[in-house]
């Protein structure tokens, strides 16, 4: 899908098609990392991401759809001791505003808004479970984009409180490069 994705938009970038030459893909690792809590240990993991962004003709807001995905997991010091590995998946509606769009160095801040979909494997002394849940999700991001094809940002995801987490990521942007300039 990914393929097929990126040779349509390659293919209409050559034919001439503003509206998907405007049209930009990005796809990277990020690394997380979650707070403690009640004296749980976590440690940075490694997850990936994808966003299809469009940028507006004459100005520098680009919008977009984010899609995460990744797992961690919290060992909590507790006297039952038990582990928690949590999967999640993320779906954002996001948007940034570029201050150089088009240029060699773009610093942009942006805003996204969506769901997230956690599956929490427990496993305690007792027994193992699974759990699931889902969480609205806001997250502010800053960073800055080079020679239009690579982006390094950092964000907050703001979810219920077992959830919520610091993120910098490394993206790679497919596309996007016609249009990319302010007019």
């Avoid at 993320?90 to 942006?110: C, D, E, H, M, Q």
Wanted: proline share 3%; net charge positive.
């Amino acid at each position: 899908m990914i393929l097929a994705f990126i040779a349509i938009s390659l293919a209409s970038i050559c034919a001439g098609q503003t509206f998907f030459r405007n049209l930009e893909f990005e796809l990277g690792p990020s690394v997380i990392f979650y707070a403690k809590e009640n004296g749980a240990k976590v440690e940075p993991t490694w997850n990936l991401f994808t966003e299809v962004r469009y940028n507006l003709n004459e100005s520098p807001l680009d919008v977009g759809v984010h899609f995460g995905l990744g797992a961690f997991s919290r060992d909590w010091n507790t006297k039952s001791w038990s582990t928690k590995n949590y999967h999640f998946k993320n779906l954002i509606l996001a948007s940034n505003y570029n201050f150089r769009k088009g240029k060699n160095t773009s610093p942009y801040v942006g805003l996204g808004v969506g769901i997230s979909r956690q599956k929490i494997d427990v496993d305690d002394l007792l027994n193992s479970y699974v759990e699931k849940d889902y969480s609205l999700c806001f997250m502010p991001r800053v960073g800055v984009e080079f020679f239009r094809t690579i982006r390094i940002s950092s964000s907050y995801k703001f979810m219920k409180s077992d959830y919520s987490n610091f993120e910098c990521s490394l993206g790679f942007t497919i596309g996007g490069w016609k249009n990319n300039s302010k007019k």
